[in-house]
């Protein structure tokens, strides 16, 4: 694929998440390759006009990745334009998928690109710990999920993001055993737990960083993290969704 193409494909992606317009998913079904699909998301990145704000993680369970047809998490970016409140009213246009509850980090410093990180090493690196819900989709015409390639260059399949409270305690919880269920109108629709994040939400959180570093990067002070879902996608159907975070707290948004 040239460096013209690229830049085609990059802008088409950029412009149909301004617009909210589905876009032809042929030249994406055909992107060859993880390493080209991550360098079209990054120049998309650059041509969407919206400060970044982080990152999310994606298919952190073996249920979604097999979905997705591959063995490790992927992620995207994820941007101011889409930072939503609370009970945000939020309008189900064409792509989106639905919602995902999930635990998001606050960075409080820049991650060490020096050594080696553990586990261990990340509660003095995080501001805060809170419950959230990621808005997931995709800009190509299609129904269901893109494939692998095509949802990494579409932004991670991000549409959007909603923190909730934070939690004022978590260093001396395990987030892993954090009971998780969704109500759609009344109805409980999912259910899960904080295990369903590749163990431990702590365990995306240093995957990401350490994806980071492979190209370069890594986590910055302010960078929010949202790590993956904790009960697979909630569907995307008008209405209203309600979300508790078992000892946490709960959250809210509604789609119209």
Not at 107 to 115: H, Y
Request: include cysteine; charged fraction near 20%; proline fraction near 5%.
């Amino acid at each position: 694929m040239s460096a013209i193409a690229h830049k085609e494909l990059a802008q088409q992606l950029a412009n149909a998440r301004s617009t909210q317009q589905q876009i032809d998913p042929t030249p994406f079904d055909a992107i060859p390759s993880l390493e080209e699909a991550y360098k079209l998301q990054s120049m998309a990145t650059e041509a969407y006009p919206s400060k970044q704000i982080g990152w999310k993680v994606g298919a952190t369970n073996e249920g979604a990745q097999k979905l997705f047809g591959c063995d490790a998490p992927f992620y995207g970016p994820m941007f101011e334009q889409e930072l939503m409140q609370p009970s945000a009213k939020l309008t189900l246009t064409d792509g989106v998928l639905g919602g995902e509850a999930e635990f998001a980090f606050v960075c409080g410093t820049d991650f060490p690109t020096d050594k080696t990180l553990s586990v261990e090493d990340l509660p003095a690196l995080i501001k805060s710990c809170h419950i959230a819900v990621e808005i997931v989709g995709r800009r190509t015409i299609g129904k269901g999920l893109p494939s692998l390639n095509c949802a990494v260059a579409d932004f991670g399949a991000h549409v959007a993001f909603i923190p909730g409270d934070a939690i004022s305690n978590w260093e001396s919880m395990d987030l892993a055993t954090v009971e998780v269920t969704a109500n759609t109108n009344g109805e409980e629709t999912n259910s899960g737990t904080g295990a369903a994040v590749l163990g431990h939400p702590l365990n995306s959180l240093l995957w990401m960083h350490n994806e980071l570093v492979k190209i370069g990067g890594g986590l910055k002070a302010s960078d929010w993290v949202s790590t993956g879902t904790c009960l697979g996608v909630i569907a995307a159907v008008a209405g209203s969704v309600d979300i508790e975070f078992k000892g946490c707290s709960s959250i809210s948004y509604k789609l119209s």
